[in-house]
Protein backbone atom coordinates (compact mmCIF):
# COMPACT_ATOMS: atom_id res chain seq x y z
CA UNK A 1 0.00 0.00 0.00
CA UNK A 2 1.25 3.50 -1.00
CA UNK A 3 2.19 6.00 1.49
CA UNK A 4 0.17 8.46 -0.41
CA UNK A 5 -2.93 6.33 -0.22
CA UNK A 6 -3.10 6.44 4.61
CA UNK A 7 -2.47 10.02 4.33
CA UNK A 8 -5.18 12.25 5.10
CA UNK A 9 -5.17 15.34 2.91
CA UNK A 10 -3.85 18.59 3.68
CA UNK A 11 -7.38 20.17 6.15
CA UNK A 12 -8.81 17.00 6.38
CA UNK A 13 -7.48 16.72 9.89
CA UNK A 14 -9.40 20.25 10.77
CA UNK A 15 -12.23 19.17 8.96
CA UNK A 16 -13.18 16.12 11.11
CA UNK A 17 -12.68 18.24 14.22
CA UNK A 18 -14.88 20.73 13.43
CA UNK A 19 -17.47 17.97 12.64
CA UNK A 20 -17.10 16.66 15.47
CA UNK A 21 -17.37 19.66 17.20
CA UNK A 22 -20.60 20.34 15.92
CA UNK A 23 -22.15 17.23 18.32
CA UNK A 24 -20.65 18.89 21.53
CA UNK A 25 -23.14 21.53 22.38
CA UNK A 26 -26.37 19.30 21.72
CA UNK A 27 -24.67 16.79 23.59
CA UNK A 28 -24.37 18.78 26.51
CA UNK A 29 -27.86 19.75 26.50
CA UNK A 30 -28.83 15.94 26.43
CA UNK A 31 -26.79 15.19 29.40
CA UNK A 32 -28.25 18.47 30.97
CA UNK A 33 -31.66 17.17 30.09
CA UNK A 34 -30.56 13.19 31.21
CA UNK A 35 -29.30 14.57 34.80
CA UNK A 36 -31.76 17.27 35.99
CA UNK A 37 -35.03 14.45 36.26
CA UNK A 38 -38.45 15.25 36.90
CA UNK A 39 -39.73 18.76 36.79
CA UNK A 40 -41.84 18.53 40.01
CA UNK A 41 -38.49 16.52 41.27
CA UNK A 42 -36.17 19.40 40.31
CA UNK A 43 -38.12 21.98 42.28
CA UNK A 44 -38.27 20.14 45.00
CA UNK A 45 -34.71 19.32 45.45
CA UNK A 46 -34.03 23.23 44.17
CA UNK A 47 -36.49 24.45 47.75
CA UNK A 48 -34.13 21.99 49.45
CA UNK A 49 -30.54 22.86 47.89
CA UNK A 50 -31.99 26.60 48.85
CA UNK A 51 -32.34 25.92 52.48
CA UNK A 52 -28.86 24.15 52.75
CA UNK A 53 -27.16 26.83 50.98
CA UNK A 54 -28.75 29.39 53.56
CA UNK A 55 -27.58 27.15 56.35
CA UNK A 56 -23.85 27.03 54.93
CA UNK A 57 -24.11 31.02 54.62
CA UNK A 58 -25.24 31.44 58.48
CA UNK A 59 -22.36 28.69 59.70
CA UNK A 60 -19.62 30.31 57.32
CA UNK A 61 -19.32 26.79 55.35
CA UNK A 62 -18.75 25.94 52.06
CA UNK A 63 -22.06 23.95 49.98
CA UNK A 64 -20.29 22.91 46.94
CA UNK A 65 -18.30 20.64 47.52
CA UNK A 66 -19.80 20.38 51.38
CA UNK A 67 -17.73 18.39 53.73
CA UNK A 68 -19.07 15.74 55.89
CA UNK A 69 -19.35 17.62 58.83
CA UNK A 70 -20.79 20.13 57.32
CA UNK A 71 -23.27 18.17 56.01
CA UNK A 72 -24.02 16.09 59.28
CA UNK A 73 -24.75 19.45 60.97
CA UNK A 74 -26.98 20.88 58.51
CA UNK A 75 -29.16 16.61 58.63
CA UNK A 76 -28.94 17.26 62.56
CA UNK A 77 -30.55 20.70 62.25
CA UNK A 78 -33.19 19.61 60.26
CA UNK A 79 -33.94 16.73 62.93
CA UNK A 80 -33.90 18.76 65.55
CA UNK A 81 -36.29 21.61 63.79
CA UNK A 82 -38.60 18.75 64.18
CA UNK A 83 -38.54 17.99 60.56
CA UNK A 84 -39.73 14.15 58.99
CA UNK A 85 -37.94 11.52 58.48
CA UNK A 86 -38.65 11.42 54.98
CA UNK A 87 -37.74 15.29 54.41
CA UNK A 88 -34.20 14.84 55.95
CA UNK A 89 -34.04 12.08 53.72
CA UNK A 90 -34.78 14.55 50.76
CA UNK A 91 -32.44 17.01 51.68
CA UNK A 92 -29.71 14.66 51.27
CA UNK A 93 -30.95 13.31 47.68
CA UNK A 94 -30.90 16.93 47.14
CA UNK A 95 -27.36 17.55 48.05
CA UNK A 96 -26.35 14.61 46.21
CA UNK A 97 -28.09 15.43 43.01
CA UNK A 98 -26.75 19.42 42.84
CA UNK A 99 -22.99 17.62 43.76
CA UNK A 100 -23.56 15.27 41.05
CA UNK A 101 -24.78 17.78 38.43
CA UNK A 102 -21.33 19.78 38.87
CA UNK A 103 -19.59 16.57 38.54
CA UNK A 104 -18.30 16.63 41.92
CA UNK A 105 -17.86 14.27 44.75
CA UNK A 106 -20.67 14.20 47.47
CA UNK A 107 -20.07 13.77 50.99
CA UNK A 108 -23.80 12.11 51.29
CA UNK A 109 -22.51 8.06 51.11
CA UNK A 110 -20.10 8.56 54.00
CA UNK A 111 -20.61 6.02 57.05
CA UNK A 112 -20.94 8.63 59.50
CA UNK A 113 -23.90 10.35 57.50
CA UNK A 114 -25.57 6.63 56.94
CA UNK A 115 -24.97 6.47 60.90
CA UNK A 116 -26.80 9.62 62.22
CA UNK A 117 -29.74 9.11 59.99
CA UNK A 118 -30.14 5.34 61.31
CA UNK A 119 -29.82 7.12 64.72
CA UNK A 120 -32.66 9.70 63.26
CA UNK A 121 -35.21 6.75 62.15
CA UNK A 122 -34.45 4.99 65.54
CA UNK A 123 -35.36 7.97 67.73
CA UNK A 124 -38.27 9.56 65.06
CA UNK A 125 -39.71 6.57 64.04
CA UNK A 126 -39.66 6.08 59.91
CA UNK A 127 -43.38 5.95 59.09
CA UNK A 128 -43.84 8.36 56.11
CA UNK A 129 -47.13 9.73 56.16
CA UNK A 130 -49.43 8.84 53.35
CA UNK A 131 -52.21 10.13 51.35
CA UNK A 132 -55.16 8.71 52.61
CA UNK A 133 -57.65 6.52 50.50
CA UNK A 134 -61.11 7.03 50.85
CA UNK A 135 -64.26 4.70 50.93
CA UNK A 136 -65.69 3.85 47.58
CA UNK A 137 -69.67 4.55 48.73
CA UNK A 138 -68.53 7.75 50.03
CA UNK A 139 -66.75 8.92 47.16
CA UNK A 140 -69.53 7.97 44.84
CA UNK A 141 -72.00 9.93 47.41
CA UNK A 142 -69.50 12.97 46.99
CA UNK A 143 -69.05 12.71 42.95
CA UNK A 144 -73.13 12.30 42.74
CA UNK A 145 -73.93 15.72 44.68
CA UNK A 146 -71.38 17.71 42.35
CA UNK A 147 -74.20 19.75 40.27
CA UNK A 148 -72.94 19.62 36.83
CA UNK A 149 -75.70 22.06 35.45
CA UNK A 150 -72.93 24.63 35.93
CA UNK A 151 -69.50 24.06 34.02
CA UNK A 152 -67.04 24.26 37.00
CA UNK A 153 -69.18 21.30 38.60
CA UNK A 154 -69.31 19.24 35.54
CA UNK A 155 -65.31 19.79 35.31
CA UNK A 156 -64.78 18.56 38.95
CA UNK A 157 -66.89 15.70 38.73
CA UNK A 158 -64.58 14.57 35.32
CA UNK A 159 -61.79 15.62 37.14
CA UNK A 160 -62.34 13.18 39.81
CA UNK A 161 -63.38 10.43 38.31
CA UNK A 162 -60.95 10.67 36.03
CA UNK A 163 -58.33 10.65 38.39
CA UNK A 164 -59.66 7.88 40.53
CA UNK A 165 -60.81 5.66 37.49
CA UNK A 166 -56.75 6.31 35.70
CA UNK A 167 -55.07 6.54 39.16
CA UNK A 168 -53.43 9.02 37.75
CA UNK A 169 -50.99 11.53 39.52
CA UNK A 170 -51.69 15.43 39.48
CA UNK A 171 -49.33 16.49 37.38
CA UNK A 172 -50.44 13.67 34.34
CA UNK A 173 -53.70 15.21 34.77
CA UNK A 174 -52.44 18.85 34.69
CA UNK A 175 -50.63 17.54 31.45
CA UNK A 176 -53.99 16.34 29.70
CA UNK A 177 -54.39 17.97 26.40
CA UNK A 178 -57.76 17.21 24.16
CA UNK A 179 -54.98 15.25 21.74
CA UNK A 180 -54.55 12.74 24.03
CA UNK A 181 -57.64 11.66 24.50
CA UNK A 182 -59.32 8.51 22.36
CA UNK A 183 -62.85 7.76 22.67
CA UNK A 184 -63.73 4.68 20.84
CA UNK A 185 -67.08 2.55 21.09
CA UNK A 186 -66.08 0.34 24.27
CA UNK A 187 -63.33 2.61 26.00
CA UNK A 188 -61.15 5.81 26.39
CA UNK A 189 -57.50 5.27 25.56
CA UNK A 190 -55.51 8.03 27.22
CA UNK A 191 -51.74 8.73 25.99
CA UNK A 192 -49.34 9.85 28.65
CA UNK A 193 -46.57 12.00 26.85
CA UNK A 194 -44.71 12.02 30.19
CA UNK A 195 -44.89 10.93 33.92
CA UNK A 196 -42.94 10.85 36.99
CA UNK A 197 -41.61 7.02 36.18
CA UNK A 198 -41.51 8.03 32.21
CA UNK A 199 -39.67 10.66 31.89
CA UNK A 200 -38.34 10.07 28.04
CA UNK A 201 -41.92 9.98 26.69
CA UNK A 202 -41.96 6.38 25.32
CA UNK A 203 -45.48 5.35 24.32
CA UNK A 204 -47.87 4.89 27.52
CA UNK A 205 -51.61 4.21 27.47
CA UNK A 206 -54.14 4.14 30.67
CA UNK A 207 -57.64 2.95 29.51
CA UNK A 208 -60.80 4.42 31.23
CA UNK A 209 -64.05 1.76 31.08
CA UNK A 210 -68.03 2.73 31.14
CA UNK A 211 -70.10 2.06 34.00
CA UNK A 212 -73.72 1.57 34.54
CA UNK A 213 -74.04 4.40 36.53
CA UNK A 214 -74.27 7.55 34.42
CA UNK A 215 -73.80 9.81 37.44
CA UNK A 216 -70.01 7.68 38.50
CA UNK A 217 -69.32 6.77 35.21
CA UNK A 218 -65.97 8.71 34.38
CA UNK A 219 -65.76 7.86 30.61
CA UNK A 220 -69.66 9.60 29.87
CA UNK A 221 -68.54 12.60 32.45
CA UNK A 222 -65.35 13.26 30.65
CA UNK A 223 -66.95 13.36 27.66
CA UNK A 224 -69.62 15.63 28.43
CA UNK A 225 -67.01 17.83 29.49
CA UNK A 226 -64.82 17.47 25.87
CA UNK A 227 -68.28 18.29 24.38
CA UNK A 228 -68.78 21.68 26.71
CA UNK A 229 -65.08 22.71 25.65
CA UNK A 230 -65.56 22.04 22.39
CA UNK A 231 -68.35 24.13 22.10
CA UNK A 232 -67.18 26.82 23.80
CA UNK A 233 -64.00 26.43 20.05
CA UNK A 234 -61.31 24.58 21.88
CA UNK A 235 -60.90 21.81 19.86
CA UNK A 236 -56.92 21.45 21.11
CA UNK A 237 -55.00 22.92 24.39
CA UNK A 238 -55.68 21.37 27.83
CA UNK A 239 -58.22 19.46 28.98
CA UNK A 240 -58.76 20.79 32.26
CA UNK A 241 -58.35 24.68 32.58
CA UNK A 242 -58.93 27.30 35.11
CA UNK A 243 -61.95 29.14 35.93
CA UNK A 244 -62.08 32.71 36.48
CA UNK A 245 -64.44 34.79 38.94
CA UNK A 246 -66.81 37.27 37.56
CA UNK A 247 -69.66 39.10 38.55
CA UNK A 248 -72.12 37.59 40.92
CA UNK A 249 -70.39 34.46 41.52
CA UNK A 250 -70.21 33.34 37.77
CA UNK A 251 -67.33 31.43 36.44
CA UNK A 252 -65.79 32.26 32.68
CA UNK A 253 -63.43 29.33 31.20
CA UNK A 254 -59.78 30.64 30.72
CA UNK A 255 -57.27 28.91 28.27
CA UNK A 256 -55.29 28.22 31.60
CA UNK A 257 -54.31 25.19 32.73
CA UNK A 258 -55.30 23.79 35.79
CA UNK A 259 -51.67 23.68 37.83
CA UNK A 260 -51.24 20.48 39.85
CA UNK A 261 -51.80 22.73 42.92
CA UNK A 262 -55.24 23.55 42.28
CA UNK A 263 -56.33 20.14 41.47
CA UNK A 264 -55.31 19.06 44.61
CA UNK A 265 -57.59 22.26 46.40
CA UNK A 266 -60.34 20.78 44.14
CA UNK A 267 -60.00 17.31 45.53
CA UNK A 268 -59.75 18.62 49.46
CA UNK A 269 -62.65 21.06 48.43
CA UNK A 270 -65.05 18.48 47.85
CA UNK A 271 -63.76 15.24 49.69
CA UNK A 272 -62.22 17.05 52.85
CA UNK A 273 -59.09 18.12 53.91
CA UNK A 274 -57.61 14.82 55.02
CA UNK A 275 -57.79 13.95 51.41
CA UNK A 276 -55.39 15.36 48.83
CA UNK A 277 -54.89 14.51 45.01
CA UNK A 278 -52.55 11.61 45.49
CA UNK A 279 -55.78 9.80 47.30
CA UNK A 280 -57.41 9.16 43.40
CA UNK A 281 -54.08 7.32 43.18
CA UNK A 282 -53.83 5.56 46.25
CA UNK A 283 -57.69 4.65 46.38
CA UNK A 284 -57.64 3.73 43.07
CA UNK A 285 -54.87 0.77 44.08
CA UNK A 286 -57.12 -0.09 47.17
CA UNK A 287 -60.01 -0.49 45.82
CA UNK A 288 -58.91 -2.43 43.00
CA UNK A 289 -57.05 -4.85 45.65
CA UNK A 290 -60.14 -5.01 47.73
CA UNK A 291 -62.21 -6.02 44.94
CA UNK A 292 -59.36 -8.94 44.18
CA UNK A 293 -57.35 -7.53 41.22
CA UNK A 294 -54.15 -8.87 40.76
CA UNK A 295 -50.92 -6.61 41.15
CA UNK A 296 -50.13 -7.09 37.08
CA UNK A 297 -53.45 -5.38 36.31
CA UNK A 298 -53.29 -2.62 39.02
CA UNK A 299 -49.26 -2.38 37.41
CA UNK A 300 -51.23 -1.84 34.28
CA UNK A 301 -53.05 1.42 34.83
CA UNK A 302 -50.95 2.78 37.51
CA UNK A 303 -47.80 2.30 35.66
CA UNK A 304 -45.82 1.13 38.84
CA UNK A 305 -42.57 -0.77 37.90
CA UNK A 306 -42.37 -3.35 40.59
CA UNK A 307 -45.70 -5.00 42.57
CA UNK A 308 -43.69 -3.77 45.39
CA UNK A 309 -44.90 -0.05 45.11
CA UNK A 310 -48.26 -1.68 44.66
CA UNK A 311 -47.92 -3.07 48.42
CA UNK A 312 -47.03 0.23 49.61
CA UNK A 313 -49.77 1.78 47.99
CA UNK A 314 -52.69 -0.42 49.30
CA UNK A 315 -53.96 1.65 52.40
CA UNK A 316 -55.37 -1.68 54.29
CA UNK A 317 -54.81 -0.47 57.39
CA UNK A 318 -58.35 -1.11 58.79
CA UNK A 319 -58.76 -4.16 60.37
CA UNK A 320 -61.52 -5.18 59.13
CA UNK A 321 -61.03 -4.67 55.59
CA UNK A 322 -58.63 -6.84 54.33
CA UNK A 323 -58.33 -9.53 57.09
CA UNK A 324 -57.76 -13.45 57.10
CA UNK A 325 -60.35 -13.56 59.66
CA UNK A 326 -62.70 -13.66 57.31
CA UNK A 327 -61.83 -16.40 55.75
CA UNK A 328 -61.80 -19.10 58.45
CA UNK A 329 -64.77 -20.92 57.38
CA UNK A 330 -66.61 -21.08 61.23
Known sequence: ???????????????????????A?????????????????????AGDWKRFTAFCVEFGRQPLPADVVTVAAFVTYLAEEGKKVATVQRHLASINKYHYLQNLPSPTPAQQLKDLLKGILREKGSRQKQADAFPLQEFKRVVRSIDTSKPKGLRDRALLLLGFAGAFRRQELSNLDLDDLQFTAGELIVQLKRSKTNQTGEAEEKAIFYSPDMET????????????????????????????????????LTQRRLHPTAINKIVQAWLG?????????ASFVTVAKLNGAE????????KHKTPAMIRRYTRLDNVTQHNAGKKLGL
Open 1 to 23: MSQELIILPGGADELAKSSIEQF
Open 25 to 45: EPASRYVKKGREGADATSRAY
Open 217 to 252: CPLRTLQQWVDYLRGQGQETGPVFRSFRLGGRGSHT
Open 273 to 281: ETYSAHSLR
Open 295 to 302: DSEVMNQT
